[in-house]
Structure formats: C-alpha cells, structure tokens
C-alpha cells in the first residue's frame, strides 16, 4: 500500500475529517476531533496507528515494518512503514482498528453523532 491507498483508505471511514495542524508533512486524520493516523508525507512513506497496547507489542515482533510509534505514546502508538512489505489487508486491518479504538473513546454523544452522519 502507498501514501495515496492508505489516504484514500484512512478518508474512507464515516466522519473522517483530514488536516495538517502540524506542518504540511504529516497529514492527520482524526473521527469526531480525535486523530487515529497519521501520514508522513516526508521521507520515508510512514503512517501511525492507534494500537491496543498487548497487540502493539505482538504486531512489533513479528514485523519488521511495524515498530514503535514516531513522536507519539510508543504503548499506543505504531508507524507502519509502507514500503510494500506489509500485506495491504493488514495495513487496512490496522487502519480499522485504530479508527475502532478512537471510536469507542468517543462520549456517547459524539458517537451518536457519528451514527447519523452518512
């Protein structure tokens, strides 16, 4: 998967809004306000994932494309280095849960906002 795929991918879900609040090398990607991956547009085509923190630590060791998040809380957070060595179906997998986890932090209203959106 590229950077475009995994934009495409990441804008795809319900409520998704995308922005540089940072600098115009790392596009956000956040569901009701909260960000759940981030793209390097910069260098190496990188993006970071939230994670449950027990499958982070499995997902580390056993690929060598997934490590520890850049600049963000390394317990939650994975980059996935997109490089064409990670299966697209993981890569989609791990995008889905991240955007998942952000959800289920949600209030309820926002979720319930969410649930309306089309």
Request: charged share 30%.
């Amino acid at each position: 998967m590229n950077i475009e795929e995994a934009r495409q991918y990441c804008i795809a879900r319900k409520g998704v809004t995308e922005s540089f609040p940072f600098d115009d090398t790392a596009l956000v990607f956040k569901v009701q306000g909260k960000m759940f991956a981030l793209l390097s547009l910069e260098g190496d085509a990188d993006i970071n994932l939230k994670c449950d923190p027990e499958r982070a630590i499995d997902l580390r060791e056993h690929y060598t494309d997934i490590v520890p998040g850049y600049h963000m809380n390394k317990t939650h957070w994975n980059t996935l280095h997109l490089n064409g060595n990670l299966d697209d179906g993981l890569v989609r997998e791990l995008i889905d849960h991240s955007y998942d986890l952000v959800v289920a932090s949600l209030t309820r209203k926002l979720r319930a906002e969410l649930e309306m959106m089309p």
